[in-house]
């Protein structure tokens, strides 16, 4: 499930478009922010890390560790 700025990002990882009420968009920026490139640095759930994914997903926030993960593969040319 994609919203217009996700197509977007796809065609173009390089699209800094977010829609804020879309969960896939917000863990598109998790997976740009320096909270997520230590928490894969260290390869462990850093506390900014969760703190950032409670932020954006609340009780979800372990769905939203999987978005954040798919959608770092996808920037990455890998998804
Ligand atoms: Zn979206």
Known sequence: MTCEACQAAIDNPASGRVNAACPDCKARS???S???ADAR????????YRSALRAAFDKDWREGHEKVKHWDAVLK???
């Open 30 to 32: 998790l997976a740009k």
């Open 77 to 79: 040319g890998q998804g």
């Open 34 to 36: 320096p909270a997520w």
């Open 41 to 48: 640095a260290a390869n462990a759930m850093t506390p900014g």
